[in-house]
Each structure stands twice: as structure tokens, then as C-alpha cells.
């Protein structure tokens, strides 16, 4: 108890911007005597608040306080933060009464809690002893005057089985050996300070269970017991088996629920971050919106942009012209384009259409189709725009339209694909697949 050490408190958590894991001090209690530092620890409260992550500098609500040796590099306790537990400050502060007046209110029920403490004990005595350690059993032996040559903790439970018989002596015996657990551990730390999990691993499923349901505690703090009575207590065999099982599946369940709603509040947190990185984007843009058009200046526009316009120009007016038809009859497409000329647009060599695949809209020309090897053909009767009509608009390098097969809305359609794409597009008469081939291979589809 007279060691120094040296504690710190630390938030801990990921950042959820970053991922990032981060630790900041939030309390140093300096190099002390152990005994000091514990009696600080009862007049100390940590405010629970965000914290900046020391990479990206996002503020974020902490996960976990943890308390550190730092002499030893030892941790000495981590404790997930219950957002959803968060006390009013009403609350807190008579907590922090009672826990005050702790030792008072002992003293006024200390008789009644070592009466039933050596009475739970004397019903369970050999599991009783078995949980003392070897300094609790000495205590007790030498409380009776009993000598012991015993050099084990084995050795000393005989011992203590063998020569301590009375109900008297046993009384005397147990109050002694109890002593330092009672009032150097329970009662100095406090209530608030229990971790019954980790005590009964230490003193005993016995005592702590003891401990747990009997110890005076004001009527603000019976919520600690509450708490703490579903992890020691998971099986019973007298009236109230029934009552101490349920307790421990409720406690089971809040617990469950704890971490549960601990995992969504840092969801939430993630949320947050990423709507506030969203908004800014937004607001970045919004920003440059009304200095592009604060600073609108005239832009020359690239020439293939110009030709695209105005073709798609050309296209709309086309619609408007034959709006209103309900019905598409299978006849010849009128076109304003220029056909296929072979003459007049044969260029010195012709260019090979090796790798390439040319759509043909307009006919049936599968069969045909199976015969060409020097590029690959994909067909398509022009009458319905179906799915396999948008599979060849968008697999074609080059597309032919056969003017006397297709309905004008395929023909549309393909043409505006056509220029949205940048694709050469072709019209023609001829029913020949060879021919066609042929003639396109004498067009110049450089831009």
C-alpha cells in the first residue's frame, strides 16, 4: 500500500474518419504512495468529452477509460463508457454522498453484516476456507493463539479444518481472516469501485456473492447492486433459485443491450463524420458553381463538340417534323443523309476492317452473316428495340443501316447513338453483305 506509483487516465478510441487508434491523457495522478493515489481516486471525477484524433484532428466521443502504471507499464483497468448510462448530475452527486459517507454508514449496520457474514460462513465452512488465502489464514490462526508449523496454503486449511471446531472459535476465526478483505478492500475502495467479475476470481465466488447481496449500501447506490448481483450470482439451490436465474439472464441481457447501443452511438459517430465531409464537398462546389458564374468567360468550343451539336441538331428537328405518328409501318426510311458512294469517295486504299465489329440494322441477315471472316458481324432486324438492339448499338465499332428493312424510330435511335458515341454510321440500299463490306471499306472514317 506504500508503493509509489504512478497512474495515468487515458481515453481511449478510433477515430472514425480515420480508423486510427488514439490515447489521451485525461488525468495524471502523479508518482504517490499507492495509499495516497486510492484516496485521491475518491475525490476525482472524469468529465466523459470528446477527444481530437491526433492524425486528422477529428473530434470523436471516446470508447474506453483505462488506468495505467506507467512504471510498470502495467494497465491497471478498462472501462467501456455506457453512453446510454450516462448519469443526471443530481444523481451523481448523491452517489458521490454516499460513497462519502460510506464508512459511517458502515459502522451503523457492521454488527448486523459480520453476524450473517459468519453465519453464511459456518453453512459453506470448508468451501469458505478454501477460498482464504495463506496471510487471511494466518490472521485468523493467530487471532486463536494457535501456533502452525504449515508452510503451504494446503497445509494451513487442514490445519485450520482440524484445530478450529467451536462455533465460537470459528466466529473469532473468520472475523480475523477477514479483516483486510472487509475493510481494506471492500469498504475502502468503496462500493463504486467493485469489479465483481474480477473480485470473485480474487476472494472467492463465496464471499463476493456474500458481499454483493449484503453489504450496507445507501438506497442510491442499490443500483450497483442491481448491476453487480446477475455476475455473481448464476446458480442457487435454495427458494430463491428461481429469482437469482432470472436476475443473471436480466443482467445478461443489459449487458448485451449495453454493448449494443455502445456500437451504434460510434455508428452514429461515423455517420456524422461522413455527412459533415459530404456537406463540405457540397458546399466546395457550391462555392466554385457561384464563382464560375460570377467569372463566366467565353470558352471556344471544340470543334468535334460543334459538329456532335449540330448533328444532334439536325436529328431533333427530324423528330419534330414526323411527331404525332402513333404507328410505325416497315417501309422505307426517309433520310436526309448520303448514302454509301463508292466513286466518289474511294480513297487511294482501302482500310481494313480486321478486329472490328459492323452492326447491320435492317433485314435478316444472320445466315449471311456466318460467312464473313474478316470481321465480326452482329445483326439485327431494325423492327423492335429490344435489349439484343442496345447489345449492338453498344458492342458495334461502325454501324449500316439498311434504309429499306429498318423503322425510322431504330433508324433515329442509331443515329443518335451514333453521334452521342462518336461512331461512324452508314446508309445504304444494298441487301449484299459482301457489297456492303466492300463499300464502307472505301469510306474514310477518320474525323
Not at 322 to 331: A, F, L
Request: with cysteine; glycine share 4%.
Amino acid at each position: 500500500m506504500n508503493e509509489k506509483v504512478h497512474i495515468k487516465v487515458y481515453f481511449i478510441g478510433r477515430c472514425p474518419r480515420c480508423n486510427r487508434y488514439n490515447e489521451e491523457v485525461i488525468h495524471d495522478y502523479g508518482v504517490k504512495p499507492y495509499r495516497e493515489v486510492e484516496k485521491e481516486m475518491d475525490q476525482t471525477n472524469h468529465e466523459i468529452r470528446n477527444v481530437s484524433c491526433k492524425y486528422c484532428s477529428t473530434s470523436f466521443a471516446p470508447e474506453s477509460l483505462i488506468y495505467k502504471e506507467t512504471l510498470t507499464g502495467v494497465t491497471l483497468a478498462q472501462v467501456a463508457i455506457n453512453y446510454d448510462g450516462v448519469l443526471d448530475s443530481e444523481t451523481s452527486r448523491l452517489l458521490k454522498e454516499a460513497h462519502d459517507n460510506r464508512f459511517e454508514h458502515f459502522a451503523k449496520h457492521e454488527d448486523e453484516f459480520w453476524d450473517g457474514f459468519v453465519a453464511y460462513a459456518l453453512q459453506n465452512w470448508r468451501n469458505s476456507i478454501n477460498e482464504l488465502q495463506p496471510h487471511e489464514l494466518l490472521a485468523g490462526l493467530h487471532a486463536l493463539d494457535i501456533p502452525t508449523n504449515a508452510r503451504t496454503a494446503t497445509q494451513l486449511r487442514r490445519e485450520v479444518l482440524n484445530k478450529v471446531k467451536t462455533t465460537e472459535q470459528k466466529a473469532k476465526f473468520w472475523r480475523s481472516a477477514n479483516h483486510d478483505y472487509v475493510y481494506n478492500q471492500l469498504l475502502d475502495i468503496g462500493a463504486m469501485g467493485w469489479h465483481a467479475e474480477s473480485d470473485a476470481k480474487q476472494f472467492g465466488q463465496l464471499r463476493t456473492r456474500y458481499a454483493v447481496l449484503n453489504y450496507p449500501m445507501e438506497e442510491v447506490q442499490e443500483r450497483l447492486r442491481t448491476d453487480m448481483i446477475g455476475k455473481v450470482v448464476r446458480k442457487d439451490r435454495g427458494d430463491n433459485a428461481f429469482l437469482f436465474k432470472r436476475i443473471a439472464q436480466l443482467s445478461d441481457d443489459f449487458s448485451r443491450l449495453s454493448k449494443k447501443l455502445r456500437d451504434r452511438y460510434h455508428q452514429m459517430q461515423e455517420l456524422r463524420v461522413e455527412i459533415d465531409d459530404k456537406n463540405k464537398i457540397i458546399h466546395e462546389l457550391r462555392q466554385a458553381l457561384r464563382d464560375e458564374r460570377a467569372n463566366k468567360n467565353i470558352v471556344s468550343r471544340d470543334p468535334d463538340d460543334i459538329r456532335k451539336i449540330n448533328e444532334l441538331k439536325s436529328l431533333v428537328n427530324e423528330l419534330i417534323e414526323v411527331k404525332g405518328e402513333e404507328v410505325e409501318e416497315k417501309k422505307e426510311a426517309v433520310i436526309e443523309e448520303t448514302p454509301i458512294e463508292t466513286e466518289s469517295a474511294q480513297p487511294a486504299e482501302k482500310r481494313s476492317l480486321e478486329g472490328k465489329t459492323i452492326g447491320i440494322i435492317g433485314g435478316n441477315r444472320s445466315e449471311q452473316a456466318e460467312q464473313i471472316t474478316e470481321c465480326n458481324i452482329l445483326t439485327h432486324g431494325g423492327t423492335d428495340q429490344d435489349h439484343e438492339f442496345d447489345a449492338l448499338l453498344n458492342e458495334s465499332d461502325e454501324l449500316v443501316i439498311l434504309t429499306k428493312f429498318v423503322s425510322h424510330s431504330a433508324m433515329w435511335k442509331a443515329k443518335a447513338h451514333a453521334i452521342t458515341e462518336g461512331k461512324p454510321i452508314h446508309y445504304t440500299k444494298s441487301i449484299n453483305l459482301h457489297r456492303i463490306l466492300e463499300e464502307i471499306k472505301n469510306i474514310n472514317t477518320a474525323p
